[in-house]
């Protein structure tokens, strides 16, 4: 089952189409009328809302190019089921639709007729990648009010001479000059909607009326640079692994680490050998069955939980669940949480459930016969257990929870339930292994306290996002690192014997006095060795080493107020042919980093992959790296025209150039997208996504350097 769950899709890039948009024009008036798009999204995608400010991902808004007999009336209004979440790496709140949405704008016609024509512009991710600023073209034309105003019929027939001056020289002119010296459009005529205002722009007017049908492989002066080269990507094999199933792996893996430790403690440890036993006693004659029972009471274990896993998804949902991560109300109850179950394990107090429920369950499961009793056993086991399974079950369930992947709380619970239920199958099995098995002690306890420093150190992690959503700086990245330092310092000052706790059980001597110096154990030492040389691997993050083995967990660098540690070199290009012109005269490869100012996830690779010591060493002496954002709103100098998919679709901005780029010459459209380069434009490995494991990134570097040679 977990090989299937877990088992990779192909993982070189695909073009990607998540939302199908549909465009209406709705008559609400003889002096009104909507234009209505109605989007489907695909499931795990999302399309952001009108109100993202500049500086965060591509918000939807409207472009009307022509509007002639009407005027643009408000803004662009989203309808649907909104989401608002708080986004860490932005550092602000974000709103998104999820399965639909329909984005209304609309116009007041001021003239018996009318005709308006423009474009939506929007943009959509999932928890892996995003795909480029995508357009939704409109034009639609109509009867106003039998009788207009006057001012508006000469406003009208202005309209219509502008036009008509326009269209002459198009007219006389070869369509070959059609691109050169090309004559502006009034600024009036091209009307932006954005969410925060309305304005002019005579620069994006000049660039939308002149269009040339020509694509951009054309214009380049080498048309080789933009030839397809998808089979030749392909021909290389899959890309680097897919982070999504390594998430999903590590989640089963922190599970089955968490049912480990449930196994050592004082509520779970004690029972084994007498459940063991009960069952072995119970088929005295049939060894057979003794086993059968045991192996299905561990089964039950598994059953159980995982429904638990199940149960988080059902009631929270996918939407529900995606929204965790970056809530600040919901990452405020869990940090609370997780500060209580801490100091629970730390001996303030006991998470207990009402005696009654386990005591109510037990006579049933004798009462109960066959495999109802047996299943009603390990349900007494899971609400015995509870105060010391509950925090780790707790703090599983929040971190799978916010990891944004739907089944990623069953998968989770699949790999606690699994490891808390083999011993009990195991010592059926082998019931001599139970003679050898350690006996109960303080040593239980001391698994205990550091379980509840652990969790106060990971409840910061979600302060941490809510103290960036809204805005209070009292938990930056040094403040952060500082109280990770003092915890597990005080981690390994407790399992050196410093420090003790209300639960830590004292030793006496023959006299019955207190033994105050007793001797550290092996592992305990060892285990204080670990935690006291974190503590320091730490400090040089107070003033800005990256500590990447935190850096899942600390806020981002952005939050340092003092920070020592220089910015990695950029990219040497923002622009294709002029980067693989460079990289021609100089006789080296290029790697093309296909990214967005709205990708998150691009920026999660800069700052975990491209910061490492040998990737800068790679991209900046062996690659000529060019860096071409998709959502680059720069406007070209004019309007290109190119067909793809039997259908012309016009590229207005940089972006929508190098989007046009990715999808015609590698055949993606997801970012962030990386591909290494001969200098006649031909790949020289398998293309790279999201994935931050940095050696499998540096030798994909290698391997492109090895074949370029």
């Known amino acids: 089952m977990m090989a299937l769950v877990l088992s990779g899709t192909q993982m070189w890039a695909q073009f990607q189409d998540p939302v199908q948009f549909s465009v209406k024009q709705q008559k609400v008036?003889?002096?009104?009328?909507?234009?209505?798009?109605?989007?489907?999204?695909?499931?795990?995608?999302?399309?952001?809302?009108?109100?993202?400010?500049?500086?965060?991902?591509?918000?939807?808004?409207?472009?009307?190019?022509?509007?002639?007999?009407?005027?643009?009336?408000?803004?662009?209004?989203?309808?649907?089921?909104?989401?608002?979440?708080?986004?860490?790496?932005?550092?602000?709140?974000?709103?998104?639709?999820?399965?639909?949405?329909?984005?209304?704008?609309?116009?007041?016609?001021?003239?018996?007729?009318?005709?308006?024509?423009?474009?939506?512009?929007?943009?959509?991710?999932?928890?892996?990648?995003?795909?480029?600023?995508?357009?939704?073209?409109?034009?639609?034309?109509?009867?106003?009010?039998?009788?207009?105003?006057?001012?508006?019929?000469?406003?009208?027939?202005?309209?219509?001479?502008?036009?008509?001056?326009?269209?002459?020289?198009?007219?006389?002119?070869?369509?070959?000059?059609?691109?050169?010296?090309?004559?502006?459009?009034?600024?009036?005529?091209?009307?932006?909607?954005e969410t925060t205002d309305t304005t002019e722009s005579a620069d994006t007017t000049e660039a939308d009326t002149t269009s040339a049908t020509v694509a951009p492989v054309s214009k380049s002066g080498n048309g080789d640079l933009w030839a397809p080269v998808i089979d030749e990507l392909r021909s290389f094999g899959e890309e680097a692994a897919s982070e999504t199933d390594g998430s999903l792996l590590s989640l089963f893996l922190l599970g089955l680490l968490?049912?480990?430790?449930?196994?050592?403690?004082?509520?779970?440890?004690?029972?084994?050998?007498m459940t063991v036993s009960f069952f072995l006693k119970r088929s005295k004659d049939?060894?057979?069955?003794?086993?059968?029972?045991?192996?299905?009471?561990?089964?039950?274990?598994?059953?159980?939980?995982?429904?638990?896993?199940?149960?988080?998804?059902?009631?929270?949902?996918?939407?529900a669940l995606n929204a965790l991560s970056t809530n600040a109300v919901f990452n405020i109850l869990f940090f609370l949480m997780l500060v209580v179950f801490g100091a629970s394990f730390l001996g303030?107090?006991?998470?207990?459930?009402?005696?009654?429920?386990?005591?109510?369950?037990?006579?049933?499961?004798?009462?109960?016969?066959?495999?109802?009793?047996?299943?009603l056993m390990a349900f007494t086991l899971t609400l015995v257990s509870f105060s010391c399974t509950g925090p780790i079950?707790?703090?599983?369930?929040?971190?799978?929870?916010?990891?944004?992947?739907?089944?990623?709380?069953?998968?989770?619970?699949?790999?606690?339930?699994i490891a808390l239920a083999l011993p009990f199958t195991l010592f059926a099995l082998f019931p001599t292994w139970l003679k050898s098995a350690p006996k109960s002690g303080n040593w239980m306890n001391c698994i205990k306290v550091c379980l509840g420093l652990l969790e106060l150190a990971f409840s910061l992690k979600f302060l941490s996002v809510a103290d960036l959503a809204y805005?209070?700086?009292?938990?930056?990245?040094?403040?952060?690192?500082?109280?990770?330092?003092?915890?597990?310092?005080?981690?390994?000052?407790?399992?050196?014997?410093?420090?003790?706790?209300?639960?830590?059980?004292?030793e006496y001597d023959e006299m019955g006095e207190v033994i105050i110096n007793t001797r550290t154990s092996v592992p305990r030492f060892f285990m204080a060795l670990i935690a006291f040389a974190f503590a320091?691997?730490?400090?040089?993050?107070?003033?800005?080493?990256?500590?990447?083995?935190?850096?899942a967990f600390?806020?981002?660098?952005?939050?340092?107020?003092?920070?020592?540690?220089?910015?990695?070199?950029?990219?040497?290009?923002?622009?294709?042919?002029?980067?693989?012109?460079?990289?021609?005269?100089?006789?080296?490869?290029?790697?093309?980093?296909?990214?967005?100012?709205?990708?998150?996830?691009?920026?999660?690779?800069?700052?975990?992959?491209?910061?490492?010591?040998?990737?800068?060493?790679?991209?900046?002496?062996?690659y000529v790296v060019i860096t071409l954002y998709v959502d680059e709103k720069a406007a070209l100098p004019e309007t290109e025209t190119v067909v793809e998919n039997g259908a012309e679709r016009k590229l207005r901005t940089v972006g929508d150039k190098w989007s046009y780029l990715q999808r015609s010459k590698f055949g993606a459209n997801a970012q962030p997208f990386y591909v290494l380069l001969n200098n006649e434009g031909k790949p020289l490995n398998s293309s790279y996504s999201f994935n931050e494991d940095v050696d499998a990134f540096v030798m994909w570097l290698e391997t492109g350097v090895e074949n370029y040679k």
């Open 286 to 319: 049939d060894k057979k069955k003794g086993v059968r029972d045991a192996m299905t009471y561990g089964l039950s274990i598994v059953v159980i939980y995982v429904a638990l896993g199940l149960f988080v998804t059902l009631v929270f949902g996918a939407s």
């Open 536 to 551: 320091l691997y730490m400090v040089p993050g107070l003033w800005g080493a990256p500590c990447k083995a935190v850096s």
């Open 554 to 622: 600390a806020p981002p660098m952005s939050t340092q107020d003092f920070n020592l540690n220089p910015e990695a070199e950029s990219a040497h290009f923002d622009n294709y042919e002029e980067g693989m012109a460079y990289a021609k005269k100089h006789n080296m490869p290029v790697m093309l980093d296909f990214t967005g100012y709205g990708c998150v996830n691009c920026r999660k690779m800069e700052a975990a992959v491209f910061t490492d010591a040998k990737v800068q060493q790679l991209m900046n002496e062996k």
């Open 393 to 417: 079950i707790g703090f599983l369930l929040v971190e799978m929870g916010t990891s944004g992947s739907i089944i990623a709380p069953t998968i989770g619970m699949l790999g606690f339930a």
């Open 29 to 193: 008036s003889d002096t009104e009328v909507e234009v209505v798009f109605t989007g489907k999204i695909d499931a795990g995608w999302h399309v952001y809302g009108t109100d993202i400010k500049d500086d965060g991902p591509t918000r939807a808004e409207v472009t009307v190019e022509k509007c002639e007999g009407a005027k643009a009336n408000g803004k662009l209004v989203g309808k649907g089921n909104v989401h608002r979440a708080m986004d860490e790496m932005f550092g602000m709140e974000l709103s998104y639709y999820e399965n639909s949405v329909t984005f209304v704008q609309r116009f007041t016609i001021t003239g018996e007729s009318y005709n308006i024509s423009g474009y939506l512009t929007y943009g959509a991710c999932n928890d892996q990648n995003c795909i480029p600023p995508s357009t939704v073209d409109f034009s639609f034309s109509g009867k106003g009010a039998a009788k207009a105003e006057a001012p508006a019929k000469k406003e009208e027939k202005k309209e219509d001479v502008k036009e008509e001056k326009k269209e002459e020289p198009m007219a006389e002119t070869p369509a070959k000059e059609e691109k050169t010296e090309p004559e502006a459009a009034p600024a009036e005529e091209t009307e932006v909607i």
């Open 471 to 506: 805005g209070w700086h009292i938990l930056d990245r040094e403040v952060f690192l500082s109280l990770w330092i003092i915890i597990f310092a005080l981690a390994g000052a407790y399992l050196i014997g410093w420090i003790r706790f209300p639960h830590d059980e004292d």
């Open 258 to 273: 968490g049912g480990v430790i449930a196994l050592f403690t004082p509520c779970v440890w004690p029972i084994i050998p």
């Open 348 to 375: 303030g107090f006991e998470i207990t459930l009402p005696s009654s429920w386990s005591n109510a369950v037990d006579k049933k499961s004798e009462k109960a016969t066959g495999l109802l009793s047996i299943f």
